[in-house]
């Protein structure tokens, strides 16, 4: 029989052979003891020869010595079973480290994220604070601008003094004089308003909801320019010819309507104009341009839009064959389409009214089929980045200096989906078709006035 005892065994042998010398027995009574010796892995072997078991199976000390050797066995056993577990805890322990060197590694990323973060932020706000330098020279100036405005303001309160006094005696004061000076107050206030007439748009808000009706995609016009005010309706964005016409705002709201047009071909979209008592719309399935006259009620010109992608090719995010948008401004009036040769991205395009000839073409990177409606004020197109609910002015392209700039303009989409927007120079507003809902939105313009003493 031959024992292998692991790291505690030198002990066990102690034990067996040092604790129990009466027990040790000699070679000529059938034991042969050779001596211990050790592994690789530092465990003692012990090799014990023992008789035959029916040499000794009647020797008390024989009995004895083996259920001592059953019990080094059991201990062995036991032994081994503990360097079982001891060796799992050690892998443990070897992956639980390998973890904190992760989680150490993890803790100096963040630290050097954070720092690279700060630096980041630090250097956008100084940006910001270059970019915003530039405003001081404007702010002062407008501190300028308000105090004339304000001398204006207590002149017409000191003449509006001076009539009601004139009112109660009558004769007292030189009437002509008193009127030059009327007429010379009138004159540098329409001066200082001819000045405010275009500026960078700086805050939306509202709605007003004016009315509820018709299809969710629809087309309200309202004219602004040099023909007598009033709203023409056009319902839904594809398959019609009808076009309906109210005198004012109110009429539209009641229900009055004044007269009715049959288009001789019918649109696609919703972004049409109406600009000097015409009607620009895009002709169905075409990339055509039809300008229609209301007072005649025939066609006075129609022109292809060269390259301009139509029929869904590249509308806007709501789909609805809204890929060429007609518009207009206080500078004239003007088309937002995509081409293939501009890579699906917005191209900016001035009309002739007269004879919707291109004047000049300004190509922009912001992708069509990512914006959700676009309008002009005083010859920059601002660009939304959504139909629906979270939309805000996102992008704008200044035809003046070729350039552009992101922005964020938010404004509140009450109906959650918009799928006509257009800016009217005459009432400084927003209009727009809102899930069924005509609702008007009211912008805030940022306006640098020059006086007189700057020129």
Not at 101 to 112: A, D, S, W
Not at 171 to 187: F, K, N, P
Not at 293 to 300: A, D, H, I, N, P
């Amino acid at each position: 029989m031959i024992l292998l005892f692991g790291a505690l065994n030198p002990l066990l042998f102690l034990i067996v052979f040092g604790l129990y010398p009466s027990m040790t027995i000699g070679p000529k009574e059938g034991w042969q003891v050779y001596s211990s010796a050790q592994d690789a892995d530092g465990r003692c072997i012990c090799t014990v020869v023992a008789p035959e078991q029916n040499l000794c199976s009647r020797d008390a000390k024989s009995r004895q010595l083996r259920q001592l050797l059953e019990k080094v066995q059991n201990m062995s056993q036991s032994i081994e079973v503990l360097n079982l577990r001891t060796q799992r805890d050690f892998q443990y322990v070897m992956k639980m480290e390998n973890q904190m060197k992760g989680l150490r590694t993890k803790f100096r990323q963040i630290e050097e994220d954070r720092k690279t973060i700060m630096a980041r932020n630090f250097k956008e706000l100084k940006d910001r604070m270059d970019e915003l330098q530039p405003l001081i020279p404007v702010l002062e100036q407008y501190k300028t601008d308000a105090k004339l405005i304000s001398q204006f303001k207590e002149e017409i309160r000191n003449l509006s003094a001076v009539l009601t006094g004139i009112q109660e005696e009558l004769g007292a004061y030189d009437y002509e004089q008193l009127y030059q000076r009327v007429l010379s107050l009138d004159s540098r206030l329409r001066n200082c308003m001819s000045k405010l007439t275009c500026g960078k748009l700086m805050k939306i808000s509202g709605p007003v909801t004016i009315k509820t009706s018709g299809t969710r995609l629809m087309n309200v016009l309202i004219t602004y320019t040099r023909f007598p005010p009033g709203v023409w309706y056009m319902d839904t964005y594809t398959n019609s010819k009808v076009v309906r016409e109210y005198k004012s705002i109110a009429d539209f709201i009641s229900g009055l309507e004044s007269r009715t047009y049959y288009l001789p071909f019918k649109w696609a979209g919703t972004n049409h104009v109406v600009y000097n008592g015409s009607l620009y719309y895009n002709k169905e399935q075409s990339n055509i341009i039809v300008k229609y006259s209301f007072e005649t009620g025939r066609v006075l010109a129609q022109r292809a839009l060269e390259y301009a992608g139509f029929h869904n090719v590249y509308p806007y995010t709501w789909g609805g064959f809204s890929d060429i948008d007609l518009m207009a401004d206080e500078l004239g009036l003007w088309a937002v389409y995509a081409t293939n040769q501009n890579a699906g991205n917005i191209v900016i395009s001035q009309l002739e009214p007269q004879t919707i000839e291109v004047l000049q073409t300004w190509n922009t990177e912001y992708s069509k089929r990512n914006a959700g409606e676009s309008f002009m004020i005083c010859g920059t197109l601002y660009i939304t980045n959504s139909h629906l609910t979270g939309a805000k002015v996102y992008y704008s392209y200044n035809t003046k200096t070729s350039t552009y700039e992101y922005m964020d303009i938010p404004f509140h989409n009450q109906y959650f989906h918009i799928s006509m927007l257009d800016y009217n120079a005459r009432e400084r507003a927003l209009y727009a078709w809102n899930n069924g809902h005509q609702v008007i939105f009211n912008v805030t313009l940022f306006h640098v006035i020059k006086t007189e003493d700057d020129s």
